[in-house]
């Protein structure tokens, strides 16, 4: 059975960095494309960051270019997104998803499995 656990959300002021984490089981991250969505109530979920299985290969949506960053511990089998420079239009739901392509899909229907996602809140 595969499980994508998230954590590390927490309420943090503007300017304030966090790093969360997305732990697998039943899944080899190193041969998953994993990602990081996030979404506020009322509202589609939004790409943040993905990392390809294959070389590494990341991208972002311009929002969180050059101050967030996706990485992965194979040994670990754990995601992380380190995140700098918060703002309160950060504040959100992230989730983590995985999915077996080599594309990095900015889009939900691609990924097969989801964690249940970490709150991430950030006051002005």
């Known amino acids: 059975q595969v499980q994508l656990v998230e954590s590390g959300g927490e309420s943090v002021q503007a300017g304030d960095s966090l790093r969360l984490s997305c732990v697998a089981s039943?899944?080899?991250?190193?041969?998953?494309?994993m990602t990081w969505f996030r979404q506020i109530p009322g509202s589609e979920p939004e790409f943040v960051a993905g990392?390809?299985?294959?070389?590494?290969?990341?991208r972002y949506v311009d929002s969180v270019k050059g101050r967030f960053t996706i990485s992965r511990d194979n040994n670990e089998n754990t995601v992380y997104l380190q995140m700098d420079s918060l703002s309160p239009e950060d504040t959100a739901i992230y989730y983590c998803?995985?999915?077996?392509?080599?594309?990095?899909?900015?889009?939900?229907?691609?990924?097969?499995?989801w964690g249940q996602g970490t709150q991430v809140t950030v006051s002005s």
């Open positions: 039943g899944l080899i991250i190193r041969t998953y494309t």
């Open positions: 990392i390809s299985w294959k070389d590494a290969t990341t």
């Open positions: 998803a995985a999915d077996s392509s080599l594309v990095i899909y900015t889009t939900t229907p691609e990924y097969d499995y």
